[in-house]
């Protein structure tokens, strides 16, 4: 089976909105991108840290789900990174009321050497300089390298943020974001700028308005799909990604046509990520709910003019 | 030929943007809705009023592109309906500088007989009174009728608006304004709400970020194209509606697998109408240019996924 190597946080997280509050449950960005990537046929290898207060729970739910964990490092006297945030009633902006890095604050990742061939890197929201480790550890260039960053590293570590993208095929990364690192407003010009950067494939994530991706004079729009309610956005970026890094690791193809796909994959994973707390709806989708929102997707989109 | 009748404002605009400023210059929702649908092989005839100060040059002008004026009364001692309005930076926001009513101010519509049986009419963004009588007027119920309206006519009408809207088939009002009009956040939840209060079809415009079209339980999407640079936003909405209307009423076809298309042609012609300031770029439009475009929306949206 083809290989995927995420690098990501795995965490407690603690979440309210509207609909609700949650105490400490399963949360993480390489936890989401985990959860969606292996919705296809592919190993999916994690690499991250935990504290000793991690429920061996969690990491048998991973496995059940055909996730490896070896490369996620159990530090005993550590505690886990412990992420809570409020979503406001609009469901698209939230405040952090808790960030603590704890055990994250001296991750150095470890790739297992079972990875260390995988063909696809998705290098999780994490400092460039862990992002960079990842790279330097493979036996050799993967088929594909994925990074998502955001604005905090954009603030506090430029230079290494450039230094990585330079190694990268594919960023995923918000509008705001795309607008800051480029300093140009239309996405468009900030997609051009982008890809001098290193990245060829340039994906741009507009939340409710769904993503566009660029690839030079290429570009693909994929819509978010309209929901009568979002119970908790939390992990729908980072399912997103998954879901567009599983489709082409499983494909092994890389090109623009089906990284469209791919993308329309990722789409409709998160538009499942939001119906429940966390990760609460990844752990249950059935290969049918796919199946019936990908044909969802395919007549909000897909219409019929004939150019002649 | 099939006809196509638009009641709506025939105007003078003054716009400023980030790349300019105009003097008085041709604008108007009637005018931007003609000139869009006059791109299909129709008869569209405008509704509106004018003033004595309003130049036969811009009559003419319409007359070339083959829209019939016979409806625009000209009040010889008024004065036109004047806007004029500035663009922030980010294009999405502007701030009204001047609203001169004038002979806007007593309008009352007249349908000329040649447009009583008109298959299809638009009813422009106007008190809800005087879109109604335009319906009065008909000789027939039209095959379908489409309305705008906005948020004004909300707080200051909303019976009246309740009313017209009965006698509705077609709604299009921005992703603000179907919040206000349904009290429904999601805009899935609104289009049911607003289906309610009559139109069976819902057009929730959100600018730079598409649009949806809602059906009791269908549903599609068409992304505005994304732009390296947008020169002026006025009067993209109302092309948005020209093109849907005029694709509808060339094909006289109103089921949903064809208002597809005459979404996309709709934002394909709004695409066009930003390039420029005012109708300018509507007035020199090439069927070459909207063929190509028309290939660009295609590769941006469709994609190739078998679902077996």
Same mark, same amino acid.
């Given at each position: 089976?083809?290989?995927?190597?995420?690098?990501?946080?795995?965490?407690?997280?603690?979440?309210?909105?509207?609909?609700?509050?949650?105490?400490?449950?399963? $949360?993480?960005?390489?936890?989401?991108?985990?959860?969606?990537? /292996?919705?296809?046929?592919?190993?999916? $290898?994690?690499?991250?840290?935990?504290?000793?207060?991690?429920?061996?729970?969690?990491?048998?739910?991973? /496995?059940?789900? $055909?996730?490896?964990?070896?490369?996620?490092?159990?530090?005993?006297?550590?505690?886990?990174?412990?992420?809570? $945030?409020?979503?406001?009633?609009?469901?698209?902006?939230?405040?952090?009321?808790?960030?603590?890095?704890?055990?994250?604050?001296?991750?150095?990742?470890?790739?297992?050497?079972?990875?260390?061939?995988?063909?696809?890197?998705?290098?999780?929201?994490?400092?460039?300089?862990?992002?960079?480790?990842?790279?330097?550890?493979?036996?050799?260039?993967?088929?594909?390298?994925?990074?998502?960053?955001?604005?905090?590293?954009?603030?506090?570590?430029?230079?290494?943020?450039?230094?990585?993208?330079?190694?990268?095929?594919?960023?995923?990364?918000?509008?705001?974001?795309?607008?800051?690192?480029?300093?140009?407003?239309?996405?468009?010009?900030?997609?051009?700028?982008?890809?001098?950067?290193?990245?060829?494939?340039?994906?741009?994530?507009?939340?409710?308005?769904?993503?566009?991706?660029?690839?030079?004079?290429?570009?693909?729009?994929?819509?978010?799909?309209?929901?009568?309610?979002?119970?908790?956005?939390?992990?729908?970026?980072?399912?997103?990604?998954?879901?567009?890094?599983?489709?082409?690791?499983?494909?092994?193809?890389?090109?623009?046509?089906?990284?469209?796909?791919?993308?329309?994959?990722?789409?409709?994973?998160?538009?499942?990520?939001?119906?429940?707390?966390?990760?609460?709806?990844?752990?249950?989708?059935?290969?049918?709910?796919?199946?019936?929102?990908?044909?969802?997707?395919?007549?909000?989109?897909?219409?019929?003019?004939?150019?002649?």
């Amino acid at each position: 089976m083809n290989k995927l190597l995420v690098v990501g946080t795995v965490a407690f997280d603690s979440i309210e909105t509207p609909f609700g509050k949650t105490g400490k449950i399963l $949360g993480g960005s390489g936890t989401f991108v985990g959860l969606a990537a /292996n919705q296809f046929n592919i190993e999916t $290898g994690i690499v991250s840290v935990v504290g000793g207060d991690f429920p061996q729970d969690y990491l048998d739910l991973m /496995n059940t789900k $055909g996730i490896n964990t070896d490369g996620i490092e159990v530090v005993k006297k550590g505690k886990t990174f412990f992420w809570s $945030g409020k979503y406001h009633n609009d469901m698209n902006t939230r405040d952090t009321l808790v960030t603590e890095l704890n055990v994250l604050a001296d991750f150095e990742p470890v790739v297992p050497d079972s990875f260390k061939d995988a063909s696809i890197v998705m290098l999780g929201n994490l400092h460039p300089l862990t992002q960079a480790s990842v790279l330097d550890q493979m036996n050799q260039r993967p088929k594909l390298v994925v990074l998502d960053t955001m604005n905090f590293w954009m603030d506090s570590a430029l230079n290494d943020l450039h230094n990585v993208l330079k190694r990268v095929d594919v960023i995923t990364i918000n509008d705001e974001e795309a607008r800051q690192l480029s300093g140009e407003y239309a996405l468009v010009n900030a997609a051009k700028k982008i890809h001098e950067m290193g990245p060829k494939y340039v994906v741009i994530k507009k939340g409710e308005h769904g993503a566009l991706l660029f690839n030079e004079e290429k570009m693909f729009y994929a819509p978010a799909l309209p929901l009568a309610s979002v119970f908790d956005p939390t992990g729908a970026g980072d399912t997103f990604a998954g879901g567009f890094c599983g489709y082409l690791t499983q494909s092994e193809d890389i090109s623009f046509k089906n990284m469209k796909s791919a993308i329309i994959y990722g789409s409709c994973l998160a538009s499942f990520c939001v119906e429940k707390f966390g990760t609460q709806r990844m752990e249950q989708i059935e290969q049918e709910e796919i199946k019936n929102r990908l044909q969802a997707f395919k007549e909000l989109t897909q219409f019929d003019i004939e150019l002649t």
